[in-house]
Structure formats: C-alpha cells, structure tokens
C-alpha cells in the first residue's frame, strides 16, 4: 500500500494538463477583461460619433 500512494504521489503526469488548463483560464479572463474595457470606450466614441451627426443633420455647429 506504500508503494502505491509513493508512485501516485510521484506521478507527475497530470500536472500538464492542470497547468495548461489554469493558463487557458487566466488568458480568458484577461480576454473577458479587455473586451469589456474596450467595449465601454468604443460605446463612448460611437456615441460622440452619432450626436456629432445628430447636430450636423439639425445645422448645429459643433466643436469636436
């Protein structure tokens, strides 16, 4: 009984795949978390974008 625990706390032949799957996760949140920020700021230009052309549609000047 021994020996077996001592070779299966040896075995290192599943931490790859464990490694590789905590970096496949960490790589998605920081996806997640740049989608997002980058979300927010192109929400912002289109927004200028569209009153920008609201304003020039109705003749009122606008400064950029």
Not at 25 to 49: C, M, P, R
Request: hydrophobic share 55%; aromatic share 6%; net charge neutral.
């Amino acid at each position: 009984m021994v020996k077996l625990l001592n070779a299966f706390c040896r075995d290192e032949s599943g931490a790859s795949l464990v490694e590789y799957g905590l970096l496949l996760a960490l790589i998605s949140l920081i996806a997640a978390g740049a989608a997002v920020i980058l979300g927010t700021q192109l929400s912002i230009i289109f927004s200028k974008a569209g009153t920008y052309m609201t304003n020039a549609a109705a003749g009122v000047p606008t400064s950029p």
